[in-house]
């Protein structure tokens, strides 16, 4: 007889409804925010299963519940940050431990390598993130981790997930992936074979730069109760309101991811070919290296396109200034369209020779598009160059004193 068992919901549905069943004691239907650090218990050893907030919290629990289920993971843990999710993550391991991390990623997950850990008696080596043989050669007996972000940040390189999670398993090292990029709308690392993966919730998953917070996503019980165990010790948990406010933006990631990727690509095409720009990179143009990688491991091909000038700093510099609707800031993954310079912003944390020998140079942008009117978007990027143009058809007195000329040097 064939099995009557209900199967389970689709993803947009799970993005809304997972972990938030109505509250059971009012009824109300949007998961409450519990603004409590504590419980009142019954008895000894006798409650509802909540003692302490550090410990446990029904809003950061629904949140759980809900990343869970969206990364097709048996359990979940939320942070006040991305780095204190990376921190959890990287508490699994003792001093004289090996990582390996691919060689392009965020900035602050260097420093937390270079200026944390590797102190602390870790030792992390790093490859070139496209290169699964480079994975299996890096392998040493001390090797208990691979680390790697796909699309990477900033130069949206991708990793063949499959493939590294089969090089962790055959030395028994694990797999994890920062997600923050792709989100669980466009790929679930864990289907394919990763351990563990991390997000910064403070990115598309929020979605609205409202939120600081990160998230830890696994299916293996042993891992989970280690990390958790951590969570509580140490602490790094995010409030009530906020988990309860990544919770909301998360009801909104299908669509949202959806109009990203259509704005992003829609800007990649535009930019590319375009007399200032030397080089996109987005893997949905179909000259991207892994743009057939990208079409099999994810449904999308994301909101970030980084972008690298035909020219100096200084014209740089002029572009982000005539920005108008595009944001000149940190950060990514919300609604609004942002633009970040990574050597100064978030990459300024890596020595520069190593910054630039990974190709993060000087004239690097990275645009977080967001979802406003596509048209808008490219008419703002277009007359920010225009000024670019502009400054060069001055002679250059004029140029100096146009502003934003600050140590400029024609090329
Ligand atoms: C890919 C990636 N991982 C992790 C982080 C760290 O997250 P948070 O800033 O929430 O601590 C960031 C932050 O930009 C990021 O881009």
């Not at 994810?298 to 572009?319: I, K, L, P």
Request: glycine residues 8%.
């Amino acid at each position: 007889m064939k099995s009557r068992r209900p199967s389970q919901p689709k993803f947009a549905t799970r993005a809304i409804h997972a972990g938030q069943a109505p509250d059971p004691s009012t009824g109300a239907t949007m998961t409450p925010i519990f603004q409590t650090s504590t419980y009142t218990q019954v008895g000894l050893e006798d409650h509802k299963g909540f003692e302490y907030s550090r410990t446990g919290n029904p809003t950061r629990a629904a949140l759980e519940d809900c990343l869970a289920s969206l990364e097709n993971a048996t359990y979940g843990l939320a942070f006040g940050s991305g780095m204190a999710a990376e921190s959890a993550v990287l508490s699994l391991l003792r001093p004289g431990d090996h990582v390996i991390a691919g060689d392009d990623l965020y900035g602050g997950t260097y420093r937390l390598f270079e200026r944390v850990l590797g102190p602390m008696g870790l030792e992390f080596s790093y490859v070139p993130a496209r290169d699964v043989s480079a994975y299996a050669t890096a392998i040493r007996p001390q090797t208990k981790m691979i680390w790697v972000e796909t699309p990477t940040n900033p130069l949206l390189t991708l990793v063949d997930i499959a493939a590294v999670a089969s090089v962790a398993r055959e030395h028994d090292a694990l797999l994890v992936v920062d997600n923050t990029f792709a989100s669980p709308a466009l790929q679930q690392p864990l289907d394919l074979g990763a351990h563990i993966v991390v997000h910064s919730t403070t990115k598309y998953l929020n979605g609205h730069s409202d939120v600081v917070g990160g998230a830890i996503l696994t299916s293996d019980e042993k891992l989970y109760s280690e990390m958790k165990f951590y969570q509580n010790a140490a602490g790094g948990v995010p409030s009530p309101f906020d988990s309860w406010l990544v919770l909301r933006g998360v009801k909104t990631l299908a669509v949202r991811m959806r109009q990203h990727g259509e704005n992003a690509q829609a800007i990649a095409e535009h930019l590319d070919g375009h007399p200032l720009v030397r080089k996109v990179y987005y893997p949905g143009l179909p000259d991207h290296p892994d743009h057939a990688l990208a079409k099999q491991q994810m449904r999308g091909f994301g909101g970030m396109v980084s972008f690298a000038f035909e020219g100096t700093r200084a014209d740089v510099d002029v572009f982000v200034r005539n920005l108008r609707v595009f944001q000149l800031a940190e950060s990514l993954g919300g609604v609004e369209s942002l633009c970040c310079h990574p050597a100064t912003m978030t990459h300024g944390a890596i020595p520069k020779a190593e910054r630039e020998r990974r190709g993060v140079t000087e004239t690097l942008l990275r645009l977080s598009v967001g979802i406003e009117d596509v048209s808008d978007l490219i008419a703002d990027l277009d007359q920010a160059l225009e000024a670019v143009s502009a400054r060069h058809s001055k002679p250059v007195a004029e140029r100096e004193h146009a502003g934003a000329g600050r140590g400029a040097k024609r090329r």
